[in-house]
């Protein structure tokens, strides 16, 4: 007999064991009675000395079973009839759970496929980025990028390392793809040899690149993306071998990458080599990223040591030209600081990633909180159940049991439902697409993800049931036969637990409303900063590259640069235009240099502070409403002249010359320029790198001296974003050269929003968080209020019938409401001033123990938990005695 | 609810006594109970109920075997009768036991003085 057929001839097996139990009695009595005994005297005589038939029953049935399954299908058939019975405290709590799973579940989709999934390489562990810190040159190097990779050390250490399987340098950039339907500006992946062999993922069809693609002047070849591929191409395999024409030079297209595909986490149309002229490289050019894989079984710290003994290889090799010490970069200290590549992809999202998820799992806590104290309030109804269960000898344990299978099925099915909540919470915030979030497109709902939310159901269902099961199943139930008749009081011990609860939920609201507060004020003191621009709703922006194969001579460039402003300047309603090499904020890469002042001193060897080096066209200024703190703007006549004149900002201004005034009229130069420029303007500090970030100091160079083939033209204009006004700005482009493509068409406003984006994201889902944690907390308040209201009816009713005030009564309630939140927010506020510490890296002018956030939070509870008190208070106040005490 | 005030019997116990009373004949439920009360001359109280959960634990391990016939009370019971497996575990159980019991005695003897 196997335990199946068991399972199912046990109704036979119960028949048999009854009446042969029956029988036993049966002979028993008849003994007795013939022995002269009355037969009642009998049958209980042989019912005494046979114990407890049911468990006897009981026991004999057990042996033939799988008892702990046979046990639990029991449990879980009453679990599902009480849940059925008490279908509103059924709803309340599955959609409680469920909410609160969802949000994790949503939240740790994303830290799963952010930070915890290996990136989409082969063995991705051995990629590593190739970074170096150079703490001598501040600006060319900060602590998050470090300084980047010159082509000549790409040199050095694809050729003379150790450490490395393969190594390579790449950069994003843009091109202009002709010759098929519209031009249209693409995004490009600059990259060098060894940077394809590195992250070792094979083309969907044709080759990779190689070392014979980077020779200069050889053929030249392009891979596409396979996004790129199927817009432009329809996913024809025939590409191969065809000319694309990039920045009006063909290249064959050698190969397409795999869907899904990213250099780091980089998005392309397409891969383009580099082709170094090693003739001509010299040691500077600090721009490019660099990427390697690391060989079997070398740690970070091995390669590290390894690039810091081809550092003085790699001076030694290459010059910065006739007359310059190449060992000049020794005081610029250049230590190698590689880290995993997805540790670069990931960047700074990680902190507010994990302080999301902390969040989102206090919820959780409030909502488990929340959901034990419906049940205690639940099993306190059904103690006399309880009661007599355990009188008929059911053990503890198994009534314990049965209340936690109850428990943990409710929260498997929230589980269930929250699932289905957690995948529209993902596409949700997909759509949103916070855009600064690295790995965004391949977040999505996978097995680890799964597992989570299984564990997150069965934890919630054990925590929210441990608790009352703990609490009213111990041993001592026999009291509760008695302490339940409606006329004994509730003894304070019963509400210990209750009143704990809801102490932790005050306090973990308070936690969550604090934080998302300091946000708030983070973000608002993020707004008061003067950004160094005006109206940036106003202000239309596009991005205008101008190839060589296009136009040639540099001096022509600027030229049509400016003819394209007088045209956009053309359009109706158009007040302003000016261009420069970017916009605040636009995150191009920046231009860092030395400078000199004509009336300074500068001993051989001191090293100069870099300053912010751009190139800004005439008008410019005035087209962003930055403000001219003295002087002027150059003309064109002065670009064209090449008259050599210059702007600074005036932090610049006041460090070199005490004054903005003072400034105008000194001379200054940079290293490489002989000629002095006369400083002819000083203008208001610009936040470049985000409102956050403080103002560098700035050098503003007049029109483009170097050819400036790439510059963001700025249109100050009222109808700025909308469609008719971009169609009239493209066709006045093109009706100058109809090959321009526009590129990053946007307004300021885009480009301000997206440097706070990490700041919005964070109070967004704080702010959510916060907003759940409030209602959750309120609903724990309420609930304990009204059951203890309920349950001292009688006793307020003898309050009222021996004369007390209904207004006392109503003060009484809500004294014990208030009482429970401060008591809440006390301890929240401790909590909370451990914890916002953890905070202080997102905010921005107010300090993580902000006595104004705490306050307002604090009163914010207070007053909100008096609310949730005044409706059972108005109950209790509006008792009838004489109804309350007619039960009796 | 009433206690099984069994510790003088440990476990196993009862299971011997069943088949060793089923050794001589078999015997229904009722009957073996009076034969173990009246063999041990009540020096044993066995809560009669807990006899049944030890007849099943010994049909599961097919030690008896059980066939409904008719008691000389002409009652419809059933009776139990040793198996060959039965016979021979009791033959392990006796002999362990009788070493455990000598063990105990040689302990407790020289205890009383």
Same mark, same amino acid.
């Given at each position: ?888 | ?10 476990? @196993?116990? *009862?299971?011997?006594?069943?088949? =060793?009373? %089923? #050794? ?8 073996? +109970? ?14 009669? @109920?807990? *006899?049944?959960?030890?007849?099943? =634990?010994? %049909? #599961? ?8 016939? +008719? ?14 497996? @039965? ?19 040689? +302990? ?6």
């Amino acid at each position: 007999m196997n335990w199946l057929t068991q399972l199912f001839s046990r109704r036979q097996l119960y028949r048999d064991l009854s009446e042969e139990i029956q029988a036993h009695l049966d002979e028993k009595i008849d003994e007795l009675v013939a022995e002269g005994i009355s037969r009642e005297e009998a049958t209980y005589r042989a019912r005494r000395e046979f114990g407890n038939v049911g468990l006897a029953q009981e026991n004999s049935g057990e042996v033939w079973r799988w008892p702990s399954m046979e046990d639990f299908l029991m449990d879980v058939r009453y679990g599902l009839r009480m849940l059925r019975k008490n279908s509103v405290f059924t709803v309340i709590g599955l959609l409680t759970i469920a909410i609160g799973i969802g949000a994790n579940t949503t939240v740790f989709s994303v830290v799963n496929s952010v930070l915890l999934k290996p990136l989409n390489y082969p063995r991705a562990e051995e990629l590593v980025s190739l970074r170096q810190m150079a703490p001598g040159a501040p600006g060319l190097s900060d602590f998050v990028n470090g300084l980047h990779l010159s082509a000549s050390m790409y040199f050095t250490y694809a050729e003379q390392n150790r450490a490395f399987q393969f190594l390579g340098v790449w950069i994003s950039g843009t091109a202009n793809v002709t010759g098929r339907a519209d031009p249209e500006q693409v995004r490009t992946a600059n990259v060098s040899d060894g940077v394809l062999q590195a992250l070792e993922v094979p083309p969907e069809i044709g080759r990779w690149l190689s070392a014979s693609d980077q020779v200069p002047r050889g053929a030249e070849t392009v891979i596409l993306s396979h996004g790129y591929w199927q817009r432009r191409f329809g996913a024809d395999r025939s590409v191969l071998g065809r000319d694309l024409m990039v920045d009006s030079r063909p290249r064959e297209i050698v190969g397409v990458m795999p869907p899904g595909f990213r250099i780091g986490d980089k998005d392309f149309d397409l891969i383009v080599p580099l082709a170094f002229d090693r003739g001509k490289l010299i040691l500077a050019g600090f721009g490019f990223n660099g990427i390697a894989r690391l060989k079997s079984g070398v740690t970070i710290a091995e390669a590290n040591a390894d690039m810091a003994r081809m550092l003085p290889i790699w001076m030694d090799s290459w010059s910065n030209g006739p007359g310059t010490n190449p060992h000049f970069y020794e005081s610029w200290r250049i230590t190698p600081a590689l880290r995993p590549l997805k540790q670069e992809v990931i960047g700074n999202v990680a902190d507010v990633l994990w302080a999301v998820m902390a969040t989102i799992g206090l919820v959780m806590l409030i909502a488990c909180a929340n959901l034990a104290n419906l049940f205690l309030v639940r099993i306190e109804a059904r103690q006399q159940d309880l009661a007599v269960r355990a009188a008929l000898g059911a053990g503890w344990e198994r009534i314990v049991r049965g209340l936690l299978v109850e428990s943990v099925m409710l929260g498997l099915m929230a589980g269930m439902l929250g699932i289905g909540l957690a995948y529209g919470g993902v596409q949700l915030l997909l759509s949103m697409g916070p855009a600064n979030l690295p790995r965004l497109s391949e977040i999505s709902l996978d097995l680890r993800t799964f597992g989570f939310t299984v564990f997150l159901s069965l934890f919630s269902g054990l925590l929210f049931g441990l608790i009352p099961a703990l609490k009213y199943a111990g041993p001592h139930t026999a009291l509760a036969l008695r302490s339940t008749e409606r006329t004994a009081s509730v003894s304070r011990e019963r509400h210990r637990t209750r009143n704990f609860l809801v102490f932790g939920q005050v306090a973990m609201a308070l936690v969550l409303l604090v934080s998302a507060g300091l946000m708030i004020r983070t973000f608002l003191a993020l707004r008061t900063v003067v950004p160094g621009f005006t109206d940036a709703q106003h202000l239309q922006l596009m991005r205008i590259s101008i190839p060589n194969s296009l136009v040639a001579e540099p001096a022509r460039v600027t030229r049509m640069q400016n003819e394209i402003a007088d045209r956009l300047r053309a359009i109706p309603g158009v007040q302003s235009v000016g261009f420069a090499s970017e916009m605040p904020m636009e995150g191009f890469a920046p231009d860092w240099d030395e400078i000199y002042a004509e009336d300074k001193v500068y001993s051989d060897g001191q090293i100069q502070p870099l300053r912010l080096f751009k190139f800004v066209s005439p008008g410019f200024f005035r087209t962003t409403g930055t403000q001219m703190i003295a002087g002027r703007e150059p003309t064109w006549t002065e670009v064209y002249g090449m008259r050599p004149v210059v702007m600074v900002s005036e932090n610049l201004a006041r460090e070199l010359w005490g004054s903005p005034s003072a400034a105008i009229g000194r001379r200054l130069r940079d290293r490489r320029r002989t000629q002095w420029h006369e400083v002819i303007g000083v203008v208001e500090n610009v936040h470049e790198e985000g409102v956050q970030e403080k103002t560098p100091e700035t050098v503003y160079w007049p029109g483009p001296a170097d050819s400036m083939r790439t510059v963001t033209f700025a249109l100050r204009s009222e109808r700025s974003g909308t469609q008719s006004f971009l169609s009239e700005v493209r066709q006045a482009v093109w009706s100058l050269n109809s090959n321009l493509p526009l590129a990053s068409v946007r307004t300021m406003q885009e480009v301000y929003d997206e440097s706070l984006a990490r700041t919005s994201f964070t109070l967004v889902m704080l702010g959510i968080a916060g907003a759940m944690a409030l209602v959750l907390g309120i609903i724990g308040i309420y609930g304990v209020i009204s059951y203890m209201v309920s349950q001292r009816r009688r006793e307020i009713g003898i309050r009222l019938a021996l004369g007390a005030q209904r207004g006392d009564v109503l003060r009484m309630v809500l004294r014990q409401g208030a009482e429970l939140a401060l008591v809440g927010v006390a301890m929240g506020i401790g909590v909370a001033f451990g914890l916002t510490r953890l905070l202080t890296g997102l905010l921005f002018g107010v300090t993580a123990h902000d006595p104004i956030t705490f306050a307002a939070v604090a009163a914010l509870l207070v007053s909100v938990a008096l609310v949730a008190c005044y409706v059972p208070a108005r109950r209790a106040m509006l008792i009838n005695p004489m109804v309350a005490l007619h039960y009796e | 609810m009433k206690k099984t005030s069994q510790r003088d019997l440990f476990p @196993g116990a *009862l299971e011997m006594m069943i088949l =060793r009373m %089923l #050794k001589r004949q078999p015997l229904h439920g009722y009957a073996l +109970v009076q034969h173990i009360k009246r063999t041990s001359q009540d020096l044993l109280q066995i809560e009669e @109920g807990s *006899l049944y959960p030890a007849l099943q =634990r010994l %049909l #599961k391990e097919e030690l008896v075997k059980a066939e409904w016939g +008719v008691s000389s009370t002409n009652r419809r019971v059933r009776i139990y009768t040793l198996t060959t497996a @039965g016979a021979k575990h009791l033959e392990r159980e006796v002999s362990s036991f009788e070493r455990m019991l000598e063990g105990i005695t040689r +302990v407790l003897a020289p205890g009383e003085s």
